[in-house]
C-alpha cells in the first residue's frame, strides 16, 4: 500500500522538470539570438566606420603634395569630412546612431555608436544595449 502512495505522490514531477528544462533551454537561446544580432549590428558599424576613414585618409591637400614633390603628405581637412559624409550618407545607418568624426592633417578618426534592442532578453526586463565601432586612417606615404 506505502509503494501505491508514493507513486501517486511523485505524479507530475517529470512535468516539473520538462518545463524547468525548456525554460533554460529557451534562455540560452535567446542569449545566442541576442548575441547573433549585437555582434552582426557592431560588424555592420565597424564596416562603415572602417570605409569612411579611409575614404577621409584619401582625400589629400593635392596642392600641397605638389609643391613638396611628394614629400609632404597631408590631408585636406574639408575635402576628408566630405569624403567620410558621402560614405556614411550611402550606408544604411538607422537614425538612432550617433557619429564622431575628427579631421586632422595627417588622421582621420571616424566613432560610431548606436543602441541594439534584443529581442528576446527584452522580454525579461533587458533594455537596449550600446554598441560601437572605432576606426582611424592617416595618409601613406611612399
Avoid at 501505491?4 to 540560452?28: K, P, T, Y
Avoid at 577621409?56 to 593635392?62: M, N, P, V
Amino acid at each position: 500500500m506505502t509503494r501505491a502512495r508514493r507513486n501517486d505522490d511523485e505524479r507530475g514531477q517529470a512535468s516539473v522538470l520538462l518545463i524547468g528544462v525548456l525554460m533554460i533551454g529557451l534562455m540560452f537561446v535567446g542569449l545566442a539570438v541576442d548575441g547573433a544580432r549585437m555582434f552582426t549590428a557592431r560588424r555592420d558599424l565597424q564596416s562603415v566606420a572602417d570605409s569612411a576613414a579611409l575614404a577621409g585618409a584619401s582625400s589629400l591637400d593635392e596642392a600641397q603634395y605638389r609643391a613638396s614633390a611628394g614629400l609632404d603628405v597631408r590631408l585636406d581637412p574639408v575635402a576628408a569630412r566630405r569624403a567620410v559624409d558621402e560614405v556614411l550618407s550611402g550606408s544604411s545607418l538607422p537614425a538612432t546612431v550617433r557619429v564622431d568624426v575628427a579631421v586632422t592633417d595627417d588622421r582621420v578618426d571616424v566613432r560610431i555608436a548606436r543602441p541594439v534592442r534584443p529581442l528576446f532578453l527584452g522580454l525579461v526586463g533587458m533594455g537596449p544595449q550600446g554598441i560601437g565601432a572605432h576606426a582611424s586612417a592617416s595618409p601613406q606615404t611612399g
